[in-house]
């Protein structure tokens, strides 16, 4: 009987059975009940449960252009630390990737990383300016693959630049990942509008300016006969048009944040900025249609819309701060805390919703696939039965804007692997030099 | 108390408190008493980061003549007004030694985010932060209605106030619909379905659009300052329209019950949203709000400052 | 607790008190009283009708509120300013006579000279208070004393009056030293 390199005992599979889970070079060469054969290494995992490898299709990483708030390299091992082994770059940096050179050094910073697949998502129009088309066919062709497509942080509002968009993407089975938000509706928008930003004289964001939106983009798809994603959902209202959507057959997706997953919009009440994002935190009422709607599949995906920020960027007053939270290390946990400590969903269905859905809208062929012979070894094992204290001193990410700061939060990622290769050790991620 | 951020938490007995300690510092400094040595050895600092002269005035007459140190420290068009230095601001008062810090600031929360950061040690008093709150005007605006239609009387209990005009921008409105109630007063908001936030049914407070309706039967009619740039963002069509719907004429206020007043935070639009001859009438409280305004906002000092070591000290 | 005065003690003392003031000032016609809020208000009141009863015309009589002159208020929690009412015929060139109901550090009466300073410019000011309990930190001494109260520092005196507390009494809490 051969060696292999490592074996995984005795974790519990998505589906509820436990195996052994046996891993040569960058693929896993048997799943069985239990492995008896020699192994380089053993990790002991009996009480965990493992999924494949998280697929973020969501994340900020802002290299080129903002390195103090992260760089491929620390986003990278932020995500790798949260159970990821892919993420997907989005393409607001500076300069924005909206050629096929930009996404090209993404792809290449996440390559020489090594923690994970870091894809990166072209911007819809040139400089995210909502006018011109980008360079969506030289970027779809580059290296890099890209196949996601997405104004990220602006809306595609111009409805004839989103019929474009939707059309011409066509000719590679791309997808518009959109940030639906009606400018005109949320200028100089500081949080959801309702009780709480009238009793704070914070200007309202309403819901409507999404909903109106997904409303007409889930048109056009249908019209153009597209594939549209719907990045970061928040409203209970946007839900309904999801499902009536979905009902009549439209290629829709949508996204859920674990942020807007589990925080309210009361939380501006301290006029703390850490809880400042775009879109806005909303109400109880949008948090449970939320859950609802992930567990039943009107939501298609969890992503993190992983947004880090400089400390000056937050330590300011309300209205000046900057949108957005950092989301990769407490993704996992806060899913488990919302939905499977609640009883909402299976770990089957965390491992459709954060892994093999999201792969397959990006089209990330060697990412979320079943943990069975001959997929490559991207795999994460967590226990589900421990719980970590967040410390935002002690995140990996160059940031350090997390809403959960001092939380409590349950499950805890022991060991995550890359293409075979280990990136966390129990619950340490290695140093770049060890690999 | 340690610092003054909006009537919201405020509780009814230290309202009251504030109201009453206003009322004897009033009666002093009407007598022969123009300066007290109270604050005699504190240093206030005046922090606005918004134009607005008389508030400011209003509280460095209030300090004067409590006799504490007073330094203005005018913010606006710095890089205090553009927020990302609040925090060194915040910083280079605490080093100052400011035992108080009123701040003036277009962000919603800026006080707040002051008394609630580690950058500073003092008191902080919100003079009017963004479209949230102003309670320093909401006090003086009890103070003023207790002192005409509730002399004697601690609250406000039984009377019914109008508060008509831009209640979504108005951060006045904000703190007196909070603090009016309160007090047992009954709060009707006044204004085109525009210019109210939603949400605005959460406020313990009663809506109508029609002024005409409820001028009759109101003890108190606030008029609130329209501001001319709201007609490009679409909130009414025109200054004519909104005064003839919203404004307080002299026609409108031959319908007021008899003893009531009128009052107005300033600075006004005549014309807009108040005619001349109503600013200029016999129910018009508007320059003794002015007036009042500096014993409330001496009250509010002194009890913030009263004690300030021994709070220091239990923390 | 020992009782220090009894309510007839208090009677008594403050009758003696009303004669001392009308023979130091020869009469009523120059004297103003001014009692320091809480009991000495009530006390100025009742040495004024006693005064009254005595020389058959009205005196005038007022509070002096000191709160707002102490030099202490950073240490003290913050206490209701209680009203300061100047009798109409005003303090200037009067006998102004100052009425508190124990007299301690002496800290009191220095921030009602003060306080008085601002209003206007008596004749003379005097000092009338029910118990004089010792330990002064500022040279002032009373003209007017019901009683000298030898007490240690730790010890606190309570003097109750009937217009407040439902009964006159003046007690010492706490251990003899
Ligand atoms: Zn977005």
Known sequence: ?435 | MRHLLSIEDLSKSDAVSILDTAHELARVSDGAVKKLPTLRGRTIVNLFAEDSTRTRISFEAAAKRLSADVINFSAKGSSVSKGESLKDTAMTLQAMGADAVVIRHSASGAAQRLADSQWMSGSVVNAGDGTHEHPSQALLDAFTIRKHLRAGAHDLEGLTVAIVGDVLHSRVARSNVLLLSKLGAKVILVAPPTLLPVGVESWPATVSYDFDSVIPFVDVVMMLRVQQERMSDLYFPNAREYSRYFGLNADRMKSMKQGSIVMHPGPMNRGLEISAEVADSARSVITEQVTNGVSVRMAILYVLLTGSALEAGSN | MSIALSAPDIKRALTRISHEILERNQGSSSIVLLGIPTRGAHLAARIATIITEIEGVAVPCGTLDITLFRDDLRLRAPKAIMPTTIPPSGIEDKDVILVDDVLFSGRTIRAALDALGEIGRPRTVQLAALVDRGHRELPIKADFVGKNLPTSKSQSVRVLLSEIDGRDEVGIEGEVL
Not at chain 1, 6 to 24: E, F, H, R
Not at chain 1, 213 to 235: E, K, M, P, Q
Not at chain 1, 346 to 370: C, F, H, K, N
Request: hydrophobic share 40%.
């Open chain 1, 1 to 435: 009987m051969n060696s292999i390199d490592v074996v995984i005992k005795g974790a519990k599979l998505p589906n509820g059975t436990v195996s052994d889970i046996c891993i040569q070079g960058e693929h896993v060469v048997d799943v069985v009940k239990d492995y008896s054969g020699p192994a380089t290494h053993v990790v002991e995992a009996t009480g965990c449960v493992v999924l494949p490898g998280l697929v973020d299709l969501h994340t900020h990483l802002r290299e080129p252009g903002r390195e103090d708030a992260e760089t491929v390299l620390s986003g990278s091992q932020a995500g790798a630390k949260g159970g990821f082994t892919a993420l997907s770059a989005m393409a607001n940096t500076s300069p924005v990737a909206d050629t096929a050179g930009v996404v090209e050094q993404v792809y290449r910073l996440g390559q020489e990383a090594g923690y994970l697949d870091v894809f990166p998502i072209g911007a819809v129009t040139q400089g995210l300016r909502g006018e011109a088309l980008s360079e969506i066919g030289a970027m779809a062709d580059s290296v890099a693959r890209v196949r996601v497509f997405s104004d990220d942080g602006h809306c595609v509002s111009d409805p004839l630049v989103m019929r474009r968009a939707l059309e011409y993407i066509k000719k590679f089975d791309g997808v518009v990942a959109q940030h639906a938000q009606d400018p005109r509706m949320t200028v100089d928008s500081q949080m959801n509008e309702g009780i709480v930003s009238a009793r704070l004289g914070l200007k309202g964001w309403p819901a409507v300016a999404e909903e109106a939106i997904i409303a007409r983009d889930v048109l056009l798809t249908d019209h153009v006969n597209s594939r549209l994603h719907i990045c970061h959902l928040t409203t209970a209202g946007g839900v309904e048009i999801i499902r009536w959507a979905k009902a009549r057959g439209i290629d829709v997706t949508a996204e859920v944040t674990p942020h807007h997953l589990l925080l309210t919009d009361d939380l501006a009440g301290s006029y703390d900025p850490v809880y400042k994002v775009n879109p806005p935190l909303r109400t109880e009422h949008d948090v449970h249609a939320l859950r609802e709607a992930l567990a039943d599949g009107t939501i298609d995906i969890v992503a993190t819309d992983h947004a880090p920020h400089p400390l000056e960027a937050k330590e300011c007053e309300w209205q000046e701060a900057a949108f957005g939270m950092l989301g990769l290390e407490t993704a996992l946990s806060i899913v488990q805390k919302t939905m499977i400590d609640s009883g909402m969903m299976s770990w089957e269905q965390v491992a459709e919703r954060m892994s093999l859905t999201p792969a397959r809208i990006g089209r990330y062929a060697d990412q979320g696939q079943q943990l069975a012979k001959g997929a490559f070894a991207n795999l994460v094992v967590i226990n589900p039965t421990k719980s970590w204290r967040v410390d935002r001193d002690l995140v990996l990410s160059n940031s350090s804007n997390t809403p959960y700061h001092g939380h409590e939060l349950p499950g805890v990622v022991e060991h995550t692997f890359f293409k075979g290769k280990q990136t966390v050790i129990n619950g340490e991620v290695i140093s770049k030099g060890a690999k």
